[in-house]
T-cell receptor, first 111, second 112 residues
Framework: DAKTTQPPSMDCAEGRAANLPCNHSTISGNEYVYWYRQIHSQGPQYIIHGLKNNETNEMASLIITEDRKSSTLILPHATLRDTAVYYCIVRVVGTASKLTFGTGTRLQVTL | ETGVTQTPRHLVMGMTNKKSLKCEQHLGHNAMYWYKQSAKKPLELMFVYNFKEQTENNSVPSRFSPECPNSSHLFLHLHTLQPEDSALYLC???????????FGAGTRLSVL
């Protein structure tokens, strides 16, 4: 699986949009971009994934650049409950391929 | 509630004890995983099972012994652990074609 690079930490004011970047310059054509988050001492939670088109669901939006070498996760209106470590992962779909976690971005949402 | 249930949630054991962690998924998935998360470290994949067959073992010490009797259940048998094995142990499952992985809440293990 391709490697990803994320900033170690970010801050965001409550109610504002949180934009979390991820670089995956070695991504292959059959690899998807996945985002998970882990709230302190809980199991990671799936947020969203995409291949090349932008995606949106009830939790977030995912913007993937045209060359697919980077992406941005957008939490449109961050709340205190969004404070967590956010992981950007690229992986192939279609096999029992495991998720390989890096160190992620620790997002702190403040009042 | 993710559909992946782990028991117990907390476990304290001595180095000479034998204990087991249990994981059950109610999602009809064919793949199941054990991950370990030590303090301030990234999650580490330990084992992967696909249709009850072990497909990956990431050089895990033999004091950790997984068992997958069917696609819905996964166990991690523990014996003669070391204090450095204290960590959060997470179980997960997925369905190949979907690609999304669902995690349980984890078992917080302390080895004394």
């Amino acid at each position: 699986d391709a490697k990803t690079t994320q900033p170690p930490s970010m801050d965001c004011a409550e109610g504002r949009a949180a934009n979390l970047p991820c670089n995956h310059s070695t991504i292959s054509g059959n690899e998807y971009v996945y985002w998970y988050r882990q709230i302190h001492s809980q199991g990671p939670q799936y947020i969203i994934h995409g291949l090349k088109n932008n995606e949106t669901n009830e939790m977030a939006s995912l913007i993937i650049t045209e060359d697919r070498k980077s992406s941005t996760l957008i939490l449109p209106h961050a709340t205190l409950r969004d404070t967590a470590v956010y992981y950007c992962i690229v992986r192939v779909v279609g096999t029992a391929s495991k998720l390989t976690f890096g160190t992620g971005t620790r997002l702190q949402v403040t009042l | 509630e993710t559909g992946v249930t782990q028991t117990p949630r907390h476990l304290v054991m001595g180095m000479t004890n034998k204990k087991s962690l249990k994981c059950e998924q109610h999602l009809g998935h064919n793949a199941m995983y054990w991950y370990k998360q030590s303090a301030k470290k990234p999650l580490e994949l330990m084992f992967v099972y696909n249709f009850k067959e072990q497909t990956e073992n990431n050089s895990v010490p033999s004091r950790f012994s997984p068992e997958c009797p069917n696609s819905s259940h996964l166990f991690l048998h523990l014996h003669t652990l070391q204090p450095e094995d204290s960590a959060l142990y997470l179980c997960a499952s997925s369905q190949d074609k979907e690609g999304r992985v669902y995690f349980g809440a984890g078992t917080r293990l302390s080895v004394l």
